[in-house]
């Protein structure tokens, strides 16, 4: 591995809400052009990490980083460093879905027309009916572009948010449990998404389902108690894991 | 048999009262003991808790005694003055208002006698002696604090004695049929008492029917106050042409009669000064609900709701003093005085004027919808504001295209409230507006609304029967029905809003 493949270094970095230290000491590398998953038991602290690499956690008046996250090598912390931008840079999936109350189109176009994506109108459509394709929802949605997004089912919405992501392009996709609210044929369609998106992005996917993990990514890092405990091949990690702790989580010992 | 209203130094009502009380209070006592007795004494034999034997029991007792009370109460002076009504010669009754005036002295008459009678002034044979030539009563009874403009007219006398022998006979069946009625309620009460009863059951639809009773009153009153307006409304139709009220353009009252009572110019004046305030609260209030909820740190917050939350309490009458007294100088500074003005204008020439009530009006309404707006825009869920900010959209474009579609609804809701409000607010423009009825764009002329010429309409020496004051019901109801109608578009604003986002 060298490092012009490295997307994503962190180092020492530390996230405390108030008193409650909930990233402790995580370094992990995760690189260009690849899907990597975070796994470990709920509370263990992956969403937490995942909302530094787009300083999400900024909005939380209480939660405090330390430490060094570099994207590209630049460190994302900086003080010239515009969140604003970085986000349009750095997507995100949310555990829960939060369609905007706009229509199923205006959704999409969110991001595209604030970061003036498209020069028409009918640009804005082509990207709008590129990232619902991508999104897996097109064919469920085609009709109905000007109806509410909060009139979808839970994991219709969960599709429209991932299609509203992908639309800015970003370069880095972070997805937070996006196939908890899907079924088998949806959270195929996403996965397919995601193998798709790696041959351009980095994305880093939390999930609770091994298999999931297992069939999407190439790299995995288990949390525990707000621990990196393990990060690697996805492959060894599953068949070969070096900490106990790993194998008692993905063995089913602890959850 | 009669029964005077006072009974060992306590009203009448007040003994009742204690006795139904208690007789409830006993057959909640015998109800649930004989009920644990029946189940020999193990209360897992019952179908109810024991003190739901005694609930039922004790409402079975109170509630249709002491409901007949009330209702016998409330009619009582009503059957009485109907009864003694022919004992007045009909010669004196020259037309309703003197009719009103006479029963009213019999009743005040019957009243002083009860209290002479009480502190022994006077005796049933004093008042016997006096019933063809009664001088001395209005001393007398002035002496009692009971004063009367004139001297008592033996007939009223008469119809007073009759009032008061009639009155002391109706208290005396009152006090038998609600004593009896408690008394059968406690014995059914008891003798229901069984374990198979399901008292529980029973003191459960009591409760309903309580909560109902309540939800009614409320719901009822509010018919009882539309229905007198309405009435004396109709009244005034009678005496005025409704074309000339709703159509016409001046507004001039005359209490020597023939006025021109027109709302228009009233209702061009309140929606021009509800319009002034309303420009001037919603942009100021819902900026600074958008700067607290989305922007101000907790500090700041903690400082700054408090204060608006102040200037929310202040009563009206101090808004009108400091229109009266700060803006309206302040404004006729710039806006008037000519050469000595600031602006070299002489727009303005008053202190009261449009403009004056309407920036105090929206000073008053800046807490409303400021705190209003707060509340509904910290209810958008903090998740959207995540997912906006997640596509890379900056803080204020987070507030415009997301929070603030997302809070419409309840938005434009607090805009009607205030607009009602606006509508309804009295104190600020009598004191801020002047009280020149006319239909005029110019903010800086004197105004008057609606509620203003309802209280002038109603104050000072009024005659109940004539236009000029019966018009003021038909001003109420006009406005009643305005913000009726605001209301009612709100919330299908509000609806529509709500099944388009949920
Ligand atoms: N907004 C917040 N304020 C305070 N504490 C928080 C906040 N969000 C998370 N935490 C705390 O941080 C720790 C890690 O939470 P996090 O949401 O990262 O867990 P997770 O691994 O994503 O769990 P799950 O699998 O259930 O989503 C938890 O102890 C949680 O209580
Ligand atoms: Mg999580």
Sequence with gaps: MTTDTIKIAARDVQVYYGDNHAIKDVNVDIEDKTVTAF???????????????????????????????????????????????????????????????????????????????????????????????????????????????????????????????????PEVLLMDEPCSALDPIATAQVEELIDELRQNYSVVIVTHSMQQAARVSQKTAFFHLGHLVEFGETDKIFTSPEDPRTESYITGRIG | MTVTSHLFGLPLALILLIAVGVIAATGYGVARNRALSRAGGDARGLHSLPRYYGSAAAMFAAVPALGFMVIWLLSQPMVVQNAVLPLIPSAEITDAGIQNLIVSDVSRVAGGLDVAMAQGVLDNAAITAMADDPKDLRDTLGALGVAFGADVKPYVLKAAQASRTLAGQGRFWMLIVVLTLALIGAGIGIRLADPAYRARNVVERGVLVLLIGAASLAVLTTFG????MLFESINFFRLHDWKDFFLGTTWAPNFRGDSDLSILPLLWGTMYISLVALLVAVPIGLYAAIYLSEYAGPKVRAIAKPLLEIL????????????????????????????????????????????????????????????????????????????????????SETVRQVVLPAALPGIVGAILLAASRAIGETMIVVLGAGAIARISGNPFEAMTTITTRIVSQLTGDTDFASPETLVAFALGLTLFVLTLGLNVVALYIVRTYREQYE
């Excluded at chain 1, 405090?64 to 931008?85: H, L």
């Design chain 1, 39 to 169: 796994i470990g038991p709920s509370g263990c602290g992956k969403s937490t990490f995942l909302r530094c690499i787009n300083r999400m956690n900024d909005t939380i008046d209480v939660c405090r980083v330390t430490g060094d996250i570099r994207i590209d090598d630049v460190d994302i912390y900086d003080r010239a460093i515009d969140p604003v931008q970085l986000r349009a840079k750095v997507g995100m999936v949310f555990q829960k879905p939060n369609p905007f109350p706009k229509s199923i189109y205006d959704n999409v176009a969110y991001g595209p027309r604030i970061h003036g994506l498209a020069r028409k109108k009918s640009d804005l459509d082509d990207i709008v009916e590129r990232a619902l394709r991508r999104g897996a929802i097109w064919d469920e949605v085609k009709d109905r572009l000007d109806a509410p997004g909060t009139g979808l089912s839970g994991g219709q919405q969960q599709r429209l948010c991932i299609a509203r992501a992908v639309a800015t392009e």
């Design chain 2, 225 to 228: 106050i539309v229905l007198s």
């Design chain 2, 312 to 395: 929310a309490g202040i009563p009206t009458i101090v808004y009108g003093l400091f229109a009266l007294l700060t803006v309206g100088p302040f404004l006729v500074n710039i806006f008037g005085r000519g050469e000595a003005g600031v602006l070299g204008v002489e727009w303005m020439s008053g202190a009261t004027a449009v403009l004056t009530a309407g920036l105090v009006m929206g000073i008053m309404l800046i807490p409303f919808v400021s705190s209003l707006s707060d509340d509904i825009i910290n209810a958008v869920p903090q998740s959207l504001r995540d997912g906006s900010f997640g596509l890379g959209a900056t803080h």
